[in-house]
T-cell receptor
Framework: GAGVSQSPSNKVTEKGKDVELRCDPISGHTALYWYRQSLGQGLEFLIY????????KSGLPSDRFSAERTGGSVSTLTIQRTQQEDSAVYLC???????????FGPGTRLTVT | SQQGEEDPQALSIQEGENATMNCSYK?????LQWYRQNSGRGLVHLIL?????REKHSGRLRVTLDTSKKSSSLLITASRAADTASYFC???????????FGRGTSLIVHP
């Protein structure tokens, strides 16, 4: 079956613009995670969803970052007024349950100029 | 600081040799997972080992877990050039649903 998909695969934006990143998880996966990875670094947790609710938003770097998930499926990560330090690969993963094996999408490479 | 830390940061070996990577963590965990990442994009799950397990095998992969030392190791036997990738451990701390990833070990296997 289809894996986790993310769009766009690459995004170049000017500083100060807003961007929306999309994640389509595997059907039936209730848990959805967003991570950020800077070059050569590990994964930085941003937010996770259980169904449509986000029990833990503690990883969001600032109030410019927000995320939502509708219908227990698609999730959107929005970054407002982008800054150069937001440049990174944004990875989404879904899991049939929390604490389980995560299936990752290919990521969105965001470049803020 | 990171919950899980991989060691070494980088490893370079010849094809056919074994590769061993280690992961140390700080707090009690539910389980520990190893992932592989090629070219800085999506991660692929390799093995999940639960806190009450000591060893698991999957093909050429062998994972051990020592909860008394709060450490795990990933052994890749008879390495191939295609094993070249970054390898990450992820731990789920007790009472948390958030897996924490280390910075990874970069493995290069020379043909």
């Amino acid at each position: 079956g289809a894996g986790v998909s993310q769009s766009p695969s690459n995004k170049v934006t000017e500083k100060g613009k807003d961007v929306e990143l999309r994640c389509d998880p595997i059907s039936g996966h209730t848990a959805l995670y967003w991570y950020r990875q800077s070059l050569g670094q590990g994964l930085e947790f941003l937010i996770y969803f259980q169904g449509n609710s986000a029990p833990d938003k503690s990883g969001l770097p600032s109030d410019r970052f927000s995320a939502e998930r509708t219908g227990g499926s698609v999730s959107t990560l929005t970054i407002q007024r982008t800054q150069q330090e937001d440049s990174a690969v944004y990875l989404c993963a879904s899991s049939i349950r929390t604490n389980g094996e995560q299936y990752f999408g290919p990521g969105t490479r965001l470049t803020v100029t | 600081s990171q919950q899980g830390e991989e060691d070494p940061q980088a490893l370079s070996i010849q094809e056919g040799e074994n590769a061993t990577m280690n992961c140390s963590y700080k707090t009690s965990i539910n389980n520990l997972q190893w992932y592989r990442q090629n070219s800085g994009r999506g991660l692929v799950h390799l093995i999940l080992i639960r806190s009450n397990e000591r060893e698991k095998h999957s093909g050429r992969l062998r994972v051990t877990l020592d909860t008394s030392k709060k450490s795990s190791s990933l052994l890749i036997t008879a390495s191939r050039a295609a094993d070249t990738a970054s390898y990450f451990c992820a731990t789920d701390a007790m009472g948390s649903y958030i897996p924490t990833f280390g910075r990874g070990t970069s493995l290069i296997v020379h043909p």
